[in-house]
C-alpha cells in the first residue's frame, strides 16, 4: 500500500513533528519552562528550529524526488466524494464506540474522514512551515509588532491543529482503536495490507488493485 520512501518521508516527519511538540511545550507553558531552567530551555529552542527545518526539508526533498506521487496524493485528497464517501462520515462516530454492529461502506484509496483529516495535517503543516520560516529568518517582521504578533499567532494555530488531527490520526493509524489493529505495519512496517483489511477498509481500492494485479504480492495479500 505503502511505498518505502513514503515510509521513510512519513516516519521522519513524524519524529520531526513530535520533537517540535515536545519542545514548543516549554514555550507554551511558562511552569514547564521554569522547572527545566534556563539551559533547558534554550537548548528546546534551538532545538525548535534544526528540527523545523528538517521538518520543511524532508518532505520537500521527498516531492521533488516523486513528483507523480504528490499528485497523485493531491487528486485524493480532493477527489470528489461520492454516495459511499458520504455515508461513511455520517456513521463514522457511531462507529467508534460500536463498530461490531455498524457495517461501514466501501471506501476509495483514501476514507473521506482521512481526506479530511490528512487535508487539515498539511494545511496546518504548510501555515507552521511558512510562519515558522518568517519567524527564524524575519528579522525585520520583528521590528513590526504586529505582524509579529499575528505571524506568531498564526503559528500557534499550526500547532493547535497539528496536536488535534494529529492525536486522531495516530488514534486510528497505529491501531489503538480495535478495526484498525495491525495498520501501524502500513507506514512504520513493510507497507503491506492484507487483502481481507483492504477489503474491510478500503473496499473500492481493495478491488481495483486485485483487478489489475500490478501491487499485490500473493503471499502478503493472502495471509
Known amino acids: 500500500r505503502h511505498s518505502l520512501q513514503a515510509r521513510v518521508t512519513h516516519g521522519v516527519t513524524i519524529a520531526c ?3 517540535l511538540v515536545v519542545s514548543r511545550l516549554f514555550v507554551f507553558i511558562p511552569a514547564l519552562a521554569q522547572a ?11 532545538s525548535h528550529r534544526v528540527i523545523g527545518v528538517a521538518f520543511i526539508a524532508v518532505p520537500l526533498v521527498s516531492a521533488l524526488l516523486a513528483p507523480k506521487g504528490v499528485r497523485h496524493i493531491f487528486r485524493s485528497l480532493f ?3 461520492d454516495s459511499d464517501d458520504k455515508k461513511w462520515m455520517i456513521l463514522f462516530f457511531p462507529y467508534l464506540f460500536m463498530a461490531k ?23 496546518s503543516g504548510a ?5 515558522g520560516v518568517i519567524l527564524l529568518v524575519g528579522s525585520t517582521v520583528a521590528s513590526f509588532p504586529a505582524v509579529y504578533a499575528w505571524t506568531l499567532f498564526l503559528h500557534d494555530i499550526g500547532f493547535f491543529l497539528i496536536c488535534v488531527f494529529g492525536l486522531a490520526h495516530i488514534f486510528l493509524g497505529a491501531g489503538i482503536f480495535q478495526p484498525y489493529r495491525g495498520s501501524a505495519r502500513l507506514m512504520f512496517g513493510d507497507g503491506m495490507v492484507s487483502e481481507s483489511d483492504a477489503l474491510y477498509h478500503w473496499g473500492h481500492w481493495a ?8 501491487n499485490g504480492v500473493e503471499k502478503e495479500a493472502r495471509r
Do not use: N, Y
Open 101 to 123: 454492529w455498524i457495517h461501514m461502506p466501501d471506501q476509495h484509496e483514501l476514507k473521506s474522514g482521512q481526506r479530511f483529516a490528512d487535508g487539515m495535517l498539511w494545511f
Open 17 to 19: 513533528c513530535l520533537w
Open 79 to 81: 477527489a470528489k466524494w
Open 36 to 46: 527545566a531552567g534556563p539551559g533547558v530551555v534554550f537548548a528546546m529552542r534551538m
Open 207 to 214: 478491488r481495483e488493485e486485485l483487478e489489475s494485479g500490478e
Open 127 to 131: 501555515l507552521m512551515a511558512v510562519t
